[in-house]
C-alpha cells in the first residue's frame, strides 16, 4: 500500500483558452434583382451562402436565382447594394469585382495564427475568427489548391471592428412557438426544418449543456418566407423544372397540388401564357401538421458531418427514397445538423434515449492525443493515521478503516487507468489530495486549487465534502465524479452520480421478472423496514402472495407450515426476500432451500415443489458468514447489481504485475471509472458535452449510462442481473 502512496503522475499541460462570443441572429427580407447571385446576396449581408438556403427551401445550391424573388436572410446588411449588369458577361464580371472588393475593402491591421485540429473545417474557422472563406483563402493561399490538413499552421487576419449602422428586424422574420407535450428540440427544429445551434441561436436563453425541454416553453423561430401564420410549419416547397409535354393535368396527379395553386405560386406561368419546357417552378410539400411530430411518432436523429446516403441507409435499414418521403428537405441534399425524423419502431446499430438516436461512438477509435485531460483526485487516504514506516502497524491500520481500503482500492485501479491511457498516447495531468474525510480539510485545500484548470474532480467519498467540492467545482462548470454510493441533498448539474440508484436496480429487477415470468407463483417476505420494496413488487404484480413476518424482540422469522400451504407444487414458486436482517435472511434461506431439497427425494413426491429466491436489494445481510451459499445457490439466487465479477483479462493482469495482488471490487471499480472518464475526455475534453450524446459504456465490472436528471446532476442508468449458480456468481442480463 506505501508503494500506491508514493505514485503521483504530474505531466505539463499547455492550456488554450479560446473565447467566443454568440450573438442574436437578425433575419431580413431580400427581393432578388437581375444578375444577382447567391454569393453575392450573402456577400451583401456578412453571412455564408448555405445559411440562405438554410431559411430559403425552395432553392436549390447552384440555381440561378430569379427576378423578384423574395428571400429571408440572416444578418443586418453591411454591403450597398449596386446597380446590376445587363449581360451575363458583365454580371460575372460584377460578381467578381463585388469579392474582389469585399475583401480589399477592409485591411487587416495584423495577424494571428491558427493550428487547425482534428474535425476542424473551413466554415467552423471562419466562424471562429468572423472573417470569410475569401479572407481566410486570400492569407493561405495553400488552400485554394489543397484541402485543410490537421496541424495545418493558418495566418488569421485582424480587423478593426466595423463600424455598422443597425437595421431594424422585422416582426414578420420571426414568430412565437410553444411548446406542446412531448415534444423535443429535436422534433420543433425538425418541424422548422433547423438544426439545433439554429435553435440555440434564436433563442439564447436555452442551456447549451443539456437537452431539457419544458411544455409550455415559449421559443422564437423563423418564419418560412412566402407563408402565412397559419400554415408557416406545415408547408414548404419544392423547385421542379418543367419537361417536355407536361401539363396541369398530369402535375396535379403527379404532385396532388390543383392548378390555380400552380399558377398562384408562380406568377411567370400567366406571364409567359403557360407551362414552357425548361421552366422552373415551385410546387407546395405538405408536411406533417404540429403537434404531430412528437416523441409518440417518431424518434430523431441529428446528422453527424461526414454522413453519406449510404452511411444513413445502412444504419437505419431503410432505403433513400423512404428516408425522403419522411423527411422532404433531404431532396435538397445531405446536411450535417439537420434533424432527420424516422419510424418509432426502427432498431439497428444505435440506442435511443429520450426519442433522440444515439450513435454508438467507439471510444477507443476517437482519441485526440493532442488533448491533455486535468483530473484532480479527492480521496481520504488517512494519511495522518497511518505510520508508513512501520509495515506491520500500516497494514493494521489500513485493514481497520472502511474509508482507506475504498480510497486505495479505488486510486490503486485509476493509476492502471492512467498507465492505459498513457500506453494509447495521451498524457494525463494528475494531482491527488487527501482530504482525511474531513469537510474542514477539504475546504481548506480547495481553497488552494484553481478548480477551473480542471477538466474534472475525482472524488470526495463523504458527502458533505462532495457537495462543498460540487458547489465549488460548479462555478467553473467543472465535473465532479462520485464515485460511490452518494446519499445526499446535492442538487448541481455538474454531479455525476456514477453509482446507480436503488430505484433504477428495483425497476430492472422486476423488469426482468415481468419478462421472464409466465405461470410461476410469486411470493413476497419482507420485514416492516423494507415495506416499501413489499409495495412495489405488489403494485407490478398485483396476484403475488405475501408471507407474514413475525418480529419480536429478540427473535424474528416466518412459519413454515404456513409458508408451505402458499407454495405451488404445479408451478415453479419464485419467492422476493426483501430484508437488510441477516438473522431472517439465513431463517427464510434455510427453510426455502428445504423444500427444494425434499424434491430430490422420490418418498417425498407429495412435498415436491421448486422454489427460486429474488431480492430487489442486495444488502451487506445478503453476504453474511451465516448465510449458506450452497443455499443460495441451490435456490438460484438472483438480484440486481451496480457491477459484476470480473475475470482474468489485460486490466487484471495489468494490476497484478504494478501492485503484486488480484484487484478488489473497489479497484476495478476505480480502473473503470477512471478509464471512462479518461476516454471521453480525450474524445472532447468536455465530460458534460460528451454526455450529451454517448450512450452506454461498459468495462471491466461496470457499465456507465449516464442521464440527466433536471438540475440533481447526471445518474448512471446501468446495471446488471446476477445470479448464483453452481456455486459461482453468473451475469444473466
Request: glycine fraction near 4%; proline fraction near 3%.
Amino acid at each position: 500500500m506505501k508503494y500506491i502512496f508514493n505514485q503521483v503522475y504530474i505531466i505539463g499541460a499547455f492550456c488554450l483558452l479560446v473565447s467566443c462570443t454568440a450573438m442574436a441572429q437578425k433575419f431580413n427580407t431580400h427581393e432578388v434583382k437581375s444578375g444577382e447571385t447567391l454569393q453575392s446576396i450573402a456577400k451583401m449581408y456578412g453571412v455564408t451562402p448555405a445559411s440562405i438556403l438554410q431559411y430559403n427551401k425552395e432553392i436549390k445550391e447552384g440555381q440561378k436565382l430569379r427576378s423578384n424573388t423574395i428571400l429571408v436572410v440572416p444578418g443586418k446588411k453591411i454591403v450597398a447594394e449596386t446597380s446590376t449588369p445587363t449581360s451575363n458577361t458583365a454580371t460575372i464580371k460584377g460578381v467578381k469585382n463585388e469579392v474582389q472588393e469585399s475583401i480589399t475593402e477592409r485591411e487587416p491591421v495584423g495577424y494571428t495564427e491558427h493550428r487547425v485540429k482534428k474535425k476542424e473545417t473551413i466554415f467552423g474557422i471562419t466562424q471562429m475568427y468572423k472573417i470569410t472563406e475569401d479572407e481566410l483563402k486570400k492569407y493561405n493561399p495553400a488552400l485554394y489548391a489543397s484541402p485543410l490538413q490537421k496541424k495545418m499552421v493558418l495566418r488569421i487576419p485582424k480587423y478593426r471592428a466595423a463600424m455598422v449602422k443597425e437595421v431594424s428586424t422585422d416582426e414578420g422574420d420571426l414568430e412565437k412557438y410553444i411548446v406542446a407535450a412531448k415534444e423535443t428540440r429535436w422534433s420543433i427544429a425538425h418541424k422548422y426544418g433547423i438544426t439545433i445551434e439554429k435553435m440555440l441561436e434564436l433563442n439564447p436563453s436555452l442551456s447549451a449543456a443539456n437537452n431539457y425541454l419544458s411544455e409550455g416553453y415559449e421559443l422564437m423561430m423563423p418564419r418560412i418566407a412566402g407563408s402565412t401564420v397559419k400554415n408557416q410549419v406545415t408547408q414548404l416547397y419544392t423547385s421542379y423544372t418543367v419537361p417536355a409535354k407536361m401539363n396541369f393535368y398530369r402535375l396535379e396527379k403527379e404532385f396532388g397540388v390543383k392548378s390555380d395553386e400552380i399558377v398562384r405560386l408562380n406568377p411567370e406561368i400567366t406571364e409567359r401564357g403557360g407551362l414552357k419546357e425548361g421552366m422552373v417552378i415551385r410546387i407546395p410539400e405538405q408536411k406533417v401538421a404540429t403537434g404531430e411530430i412528437n416523441t409518440d411518432n417518431y424518434i430523431f436523429y441529428e446528422v453527424k458531418p461526414k454522413q453519406n446516403e449510404f452511411r444513413l441507409t445502412r444504419k437505419f435499414g431503410m432505403t433513400w427514397a423512404e428516408l425522403v418521403q419522411l423527411n422532404p428537405d433531404l431532396k435538397g441534399g445531405l446536411k450535417a445538423g439537420m434533424v432527420l425524423k424516422l419510424p418509432k419502431d426502427k432498431v439497428g446499430d444505435f440506442e435511443v434515449r429520450n426519442a433522440l438516436v444515439l450513435d454508438k461512438v467507439n471510444l477507443l477509435d476517437s482519441i485526440n492525443v493532442g488533448v491533455k485531460p486535468k483530473v484532480l483526485f479527492l480521496l481520504p487516504f488517512r494519511l495522518d493515521k497511518v505510520n508508513l514506516e512501520d509495515k506491520e502497524s500500516a497494514e493494521k491500520t489500513i485493514d481497520a478503516r472502511r474509508d482507506m481500503t475504498v480510497s486505495l482500492g479505488l486510486y490503486s485501479g485509476a493509476l492502471v487507468a492512467i498507465d492505459s491511457m498513457k500506453s494509447l498516447g495521451v498524457s494525463i495531468d494528475v494531482k491527488t489530495l487527501d482530504n482525511q474525510l474531513d469537510l474542514a480539510t477539504t475546504k481548506q485545500l480547495l481553497q488552494g486549487e484553481q478548480l477551473g484548470n480542471y477538466n474534472a474532480v475525482f472524488g470526495p467519498l463523504d458527502a458533505p465534502s462532495l457537495k462543498e467540492t460540487a458547489v465549488q467545482a460548479s462555478k467553473f462548470n467543472v465535473p465532479v465524479i462520485a464515485p460511490v454510493n452518494a446519499k445526499s441533498d446535492i442538487s448541481l448539474e455538474n454531479v455525476f452520480f456514477s453509482y446507480t440508484d436503488e430505484e433504477i436496480l428495483w425497476k430492472h429487477m422486476l423488469d426482468y421478472v415481468e419478462k421472464k415470468h409466465n405461470e410461476e407463483t410469486l411470493l413476497i417476505i419482507a420485514d416492516e423496514d423494507n415495506k416499501k420494496e413489499k409495495d412495489a413488487i405488489l403494485k407490478r404484480f398485483p396476484t403475488a402472495k405475501v408471507v407474514v413476518v413475525k418480529e419480536e424482540d429478540k427473535n424474528i422469522g416466518i412459519n413454515r407450515d404456513k409458508l408451505q400451504t402458499l407454495l405451488s407444487d404445479e408451478v415453479s414458486n419464485w419467492v422476493f426476500v426483501e430484508s437488510d436482517n441477516y438473522k431472517l435472511i439465513a431463517s427464510v434461506v434455510s427453510i426455502l432451500n428445504s423444500f427444494n431439497n425434499t424434491a430430490l427425494d422420490p418418498e417425498l413426491a407429495k412435498d415436491k415443489v421448486k422454489v427460486r429466491m429474488f431480492t430487489t436489494d442486495m444488502n451487506s445481510a445478503f453476504e453474511n458468514d451465516v448465510i449458506s451459499n450452497t443455499h443460495l445457490s441451490n435456490l438460484k439466487f438472483t438480484y440486481p447489481s451496480v457491477n459484476r465479477q470480473v475475470t482474468n483479462n489485460s486490466f487484471v493482469e495489468r494490476y497484478r504485475t504494478r501492485f503484486g495482488d488480484d484487484p478488489d471490487r473497489y479497484a476495478v471499480r476505480g480502473f473503470d471509472l477512471t478509464y471512462d472518464l479518461l476516454l471521453k475526455l480525450a474524445y472532447s475534453n468536455n465530460l458534460i458535452e460528451v454526455s450529451r450524446f454517448i450512450g452506454e459504456t461498459e468495462y471491466n465490472g461496470n457499465k456507465f449510462d449516464y442521464q440527466r436528471k433536471g438540475v440533481s446532476g447526471y445518474h448512471n442508468q446501468s446495471s446488471y442481473i446476477m445470479m448464483i449458480d453452481d456455486l459461482r456468481i453468473k451475469t444473466i442480463e
